[in-house]
C-alpha cells in the first residue's frame, strides 16, 4: 500500500500547490514521465545518483516552463496545453530513448541506473508489525512523507504561500497590491514541477532502476483527483492517495479470483472514487444540517427570523 501510494503522493502535492493558486494542474504526467527518463540517463553516465535527481527535477522544470510561456505570454489555454504536453512528452520519451539506447521498450539494457535504496530504521523494525509498516522503505517514500510537511509549511507559513494563497482566491486583489499573478503562477507550477519529478523518478530510478514507455501510468491524474478531493488539503491529500493506494494493493490480491485484467485495473479507482464521494455527500449534508440548526437556535434567541439571504457558516 505504502509502496504504491508513494508517487500518487508526490502527484497530490504537486497539485496542492497550484490549485492553492488557482490553476488545475493537468501536466502532471509530462513533468513525471521526462524527470524519470533523465534522471535515468543522467545517474546512468555519471554514476551518481545526487546528479540523477538534479538532472531529472530540471528536465521537469524546463518543460513547466515551457508550459508556463505558452499559456501565460502566449495565452494559450492552460488545459489543452497541458493535454497537449502529456501527449508530446508520452512520444518524446520514446524517440529519447530510442536515440540514446536504440531501442523503444525500456532502458534496462543500456543505463544501470542507480536507484535510491531502502532504510531501515534501527529499533522500530524489530517492533511486531509497526516494524514492516515503518521502517524498510525506499528513501522516496521517506521523502514523500516529509514533503506533506514542507508543502504545509510553505502555504500557510512563508510569505511565499501566503501570495500564492492570496492569488488562487483572487488574481485581480493580489495584483491590487503589488502581487504579479503571472509570476505566480510561474512560480507556483515549478514549485510543483521539483515535487512531481520526485514521483517520477521513484518510479524509474527507486521501484525499480530502468524506465519504460509510459511509465507513469496515469498517476498523474490520480494525484489530482486526490487533490481535488481533499480541497486542495495537504495532509488530506496524502490520506486519499494511501486510500488509492490501499485500493489498488488490494486488487493485486484479487488477481487469482478475477481474470479480467481491464475489470481489474479500474475496480479499485472505480470503488475508491464512489467512496469518497458518498463519504463527501454525507459530510456536506452534516455540514448543511449543522448550519440549520445554527440558524433556528439563533432564530430562538433573537425573537425574529434571520433574513433568508444571510449564509450561516458552521464553526
Not at 508517487?7 to 492553492?20: H, N, R, T, Y
Not at 515551457?66 to 508530446?88: E, G, H, P, Q, R
Not at 531502502?118 to 512523507?145: C, E, K, M, W
Request: with cysteine.
Amino acid at each position: 500500500m505504502i509502496r504504491i501510494s508513494t508517487p500518487i503522493m508526490f502527484v497530490a502535492l504537486c497539485a496542492v500547490i497550484s490549485e492553492k493558486a488557482g490553476l488545475l494542474n493537468m501536466a502532471a504526467e509530462s513533468m513525471m514521465l521526462m524527470s524519470a527518463l533523465i534522471g535515468v540517463i543522467f545517474s546512468a553516465i555519471t554514476q551518481s545518483l545526487l546528479i540523477g535527481l538534479i538532472a531529472g527535477a530540471m528536465s521537469s522544470v524546463l518543460v513547466t516552463l515551457f508550459l508556463c510561456f505558452a499559456t501565460f505570454v502566449m495565452k494559450v489555454d492552460l488545459y489543452l496545453m497541458s493535454i497537449a504536453m502529456n501527449l508530446a512528452l508520452s512520444g518524446a520519451t520514446v524517440y529519447i530513448m530510442y536515440m540514446t539506447t536504440g531501442v523503444k521498450s525500456n532502458t534496462a539494457a543500456t543505463f544501470a541506473s542507480k536507484t535510491m535504496p531502502n532504510f531501515i530504521i534501527p529499533v522500530i523494525q524489530d517492533i511486531p508489525f509497526l516494524g514492516r509498516l515503518i521502517s524498510g522503505h525506499n528513501g522516496f517514500t521517506y521523502i514523500a512523507f516529509l514533503m506533506v510537511f514542507i508543502v504545509w509549511f510553505l502555504l500557510y507559513r512563508t510569505k511565499i504561500g501566503l501570495r500564492i494563497r492570496a492569488v488562487g482566491q483572487n488574481p485581480a486583489a493580489a495584483e491590487s497590491v503589488g502581487i504579479n499573478p503571472r509570476l505566480i503562477y510561474t512560480l507556483s507550477f515549478c514549485m510543483a514541477a521539483v515535487i512531481a519529478s520526485l514521483g517520477g523518478m521513484y518510479l524509474s530510478m527507486g521501484y525499480q532502476s530502468f524506465f519504460i514507455r509510459d511509465i507513469t501510468g496515469g498517476r498523474g491524474f490520480i494525484g489530482m483527483s486526490a487533490s481535488t478531493i481533499a480541497n486542495a488539503n495537504p495532509a488530506i491529500a496524502a490520506v486519499i492517495s494511501i486510500m488509492f493506494g490501499l485500493a489498488e494493493a488490494v486488487t493485486n490480491y484479487l488477481k487469482i479470483y478475477i481474470a479480467d485484467t481491464h475489470l481489474l485495473s479500474a475496480l479499485p479507482y472505480m470503488i475508491m472514487t464512489v467512496l469518497i464521494l458518498l463519504l463527501s455527500a454525507v459530510r456536506k449534508r452534516g455540514r448543511e444540517q449543522i448550519a440549520r440548526e445554527n440558524k433556528k437556535r439563533l432564530e430562538q434567541q433573537s425573537g425574529s427570523a434571520v433574513p433568508t439571504n444571510i449564509k450561516m457558516r458552521d464553526e
